[in-house]
């Protein structure tokens, strides 16, 4: 599919392409007809409230194999590292495993509570009380405080919200609490609280983790989303939503994230017109009411008899002429008063220009979505007819093409609205190179155009209603078109990644890579249920618990598709709730404990 | 709840060795949460030969939570509001530890006195004045010491009871002095304007 048309610089001309429509290589090739399945082990995955133990198992897994820790220490490391399996690696190669561990917080200590047999009576710094060396407790650290107290430290600093950083209580020492010995006194006292520093522990592994981010959805599906590579790419949830997994708001592609805010507040607040009113009028120096200047000289005067100068907007004399004001010598008085007005509504036009196409292609691919409907009905009357025409999959296939590049067209516009304007770029491209680089874009991104709305009248075309030889004449159309569009959305990526934004000095500008398939749909993530999660330190069994095995099982198996291994992991057998504690992951733990 | 019992223990533990150490706490209330501390001014510093009195209200869940202080004599110091008194020290806030006491933060709040840190500065002016012209903020420092922090050979006990014996409740006459900084004069002339 990738190969198909490459090196073909012909097919981009969309009157060529009729014309070679009757070639038939192009019609039998099945290649052309692009699997509109979720592909195959793709890279995002989706966390569910079902799957997050599991997740955060295998990464703790791996640094417990790797450094031989008990769980809270790996956790405490990878919590320090944001669950960085890699950076934490590289940290201990760089500075040592004494250095790692010292700097995260963790002790180990292997002669944990063995000196507390000696004497029966400990003496508690905190409460200043005799107690019995039983209802002591002694951190990996050494340090060691009465049960009492120890309880009274953990449920303060649950309820700030720091579970999961609980330092020792001696001063100065920066040794993290084992989390069985916190999970093990709290609960006796407050079992609820228990249960919360269970949830943060277990939400650190999204909140804290750079790869992994909750699914923006409103009201929240639950899920969140785990990348493997590349944080700057758009992916599906499994409920559904399409987002930009770096910004969080939607798939805004080749828009930039930083664009994109810009466009998206700007089409808000209509900054454009707030602009056209501050180029007429300028808040006086002295009483700040904001007043207008009507043509004339650049000297204006206020309504409280103030006057100052209109172009850096400081009090003056009323004594000037056209060029000078008495006494002020602000050197931009001079300046052509015109050429700003100007510019304002140069602006604003330019803006109006890319935010009309812009929305044009929005509202489109609105409108061709509602078409979908009438179009597979349109697939289903066809297939029920009386015909040698079998496989309508290229109409679905069209469709998919069509609304990936309606995307792709619409926020090409609010892309080249900042990449060949004055805000963003303006030291980075001298008048030529820009206007060189702003025609090669509008080329593509007229081609593309073109392409898309032919594609769009094919697919409204009442092909259900065609004899079987206009049927296959608008297959072919179809096909053909949708090889050309993707062809065209895969180089402009290509000229925005290498040619536009790849050649900026200053600042950097990601997108998320082009994908022919569309936006990928995150695939869940296939756990095991087998394990007793609500034990500290417990280890899993060897078939899944191990960073090989737990990886097999994340990649959908065989020919299924992502959607046929979710099922597979639904079916498994599964325990309600964490151990006996029953977390609402519906929302993330700071809105819960909000509430 | 506070650990009553611990407090307690501190308040004793501190009295034993007042005199080494020159820090006092006493109670305000019968319950307590609300106490008095006592420090006097560290020798060489402009707060030489002063003696600054803290108020202090212990949180519910002291001490796994820190003690709420401030100072009630006014002192001009980088890291400590010139206004309400208020204190800018680490271990008040995210560096407590419950391992500390009453008596040692206080001594820690007697060595920031020492040792100032204008550049996490509680009052801005102060620590402007700090760090472009030193001497000019050990002249307005140790003038604040004069006038605020020696008004009178009198404890703040015996001008409570001074107060109170001219006709004014305890209350008042405590909520008075506080607020204007223990000044015995000054907070006279509150009560009767009250
Ligand atoms: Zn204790
Ligand atoms: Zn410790
Ligand atoms: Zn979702
Ligand atoms: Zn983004
Ligand atoms: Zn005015
Ligand atoms: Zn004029
Ligand atoms: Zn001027």
Known sequence: MDDFM???????????????????????N??????????????????????LLAAQKEDLRRVMDLL????????????????????????????????????????????????????????????????????????????CFCNECWTGHFIVKINEGQSRRIRCMAHKCNAICDEAIVRNLVSKKHPDLAEKFDRFLLESYIEDNKMVKWCPSTPHCGNAIRVEEDEFCEVECACGLQFCFSCLSEAHSPCSCWMWELWAK???????????????????????????????CNLVSCICGQAFCWLCGGATGRDHTWSRITGHSCGRYKEDKANKTERAKRDLYRYMHYHNRYKAHTDSFKLESKLKETILEKVSISEERESRLRDFSWVTNGLCRLFRSRRVLSYSYPFAFYMFGDELFRDEMDLQEREIKQHLFEDQQQQLEANVEKLSKNLEEPFDQYPDDKVMEIRMQVINLSVITDNLCKKMYECIENDLLGCLQLGTHNIAPYKSKGIERASELSTCWTTKPNTADNCLPLDCGTSGGSSEHDRPSGSGSSDDSGCFSRKRPRKEGFGGGFFDLNLPAEVIDRN | ???????????????????????????????????????????????????????????????????????????????????????????????????LTLKTALLSVQALLSAPEPDDPQDAVVAQQYLRDYQT??????????????????GVEEKVQKLMEMGFPESLVRSALEAVGGDENMALEKLCSS
Not at chain 1, 91 to 113: I, M, P, R
Not at chain 2, 48 to 56: K, N, Q, R
Request: proline share 6%; net charge negative.
């Open chain 1, 6 to 28: 490459s090196g073909d610089e012909d097919y981009y001309d969309s009157d060529h392409s009729e014309s070679d429509l009757d070639s038939p290589d192009i019609i039998e």
């Open chain 1, 30 to 51: 099945d290649e052309a007809d692009v699997q509109w399945a979720p592909p195959k082990g793709s890279s995002t995955k989706v966390i569910t409230k079902e799957s």
């Open chain 1, 68 to 143: 031989s820790l008990r769980e809270h220490h790996a956790r405490t490391l990878l919590i320090h590292h944001r669950w960085d399996v890699e950076k934490l690696l590289a940290v201990l190669v760089e500075k040592g495993k004494a250095s790692l561990f010292s700097d995260a917080g963790v002790t180990v200590n292997e002669d944990t509570g063995s000196s507390l047999s000696f004497s029966s009576e400990v003496m508690c710094d905190i409460c200043m009380e005799e107690v019995s060396a039983d209802t002591a407790t002694k951190m990996d650290c050494g340090h």
């Open chain 1, 266 to 296: 700007k089409c808000r607040d209509e900054s454009e017109t707030v602009n056209w009113i501050t180029v007429h009028t300028k808040p006086c120096p002295k009483c700040h009411k904001p007043v207008e200047k009507n043509g004339g």
């Open chain 2, 1 to 99: 709840m506070v650990d009553f019992g611990r407090v307690q223990k501190e308040l004793q533990e501190c009295s034993r060795d007042m005199e080494a150490s020159g820090i006092k706490i006493a109670p305000v209330s019968d319950n307590l949460v609300h106490l008095s501390g006592t420090i006097p001014g560290p020798i060489g510093t402009p707060y030489e030969g002063g003696t600054f009195h803290l108020d202090i209200k212990l949180p519910d869940g002291y001490p796994f939570e820190p003690p709420k202080m401030h100072f009630v004599t006014k002192v001009w110091h980088p890291n400590i509001s010139s206004q309400s008194g208020a204190i800018c020290l680490d271990i008040l806030k995210d560096q407590w530890s419950p391992a």
């Open chain 2, 137 to 154: 903020f050990q002249g307005t420092a140790r003038y604040w010491t004069e006038s605020f922090a020696k008004t009178s050979s009198l």
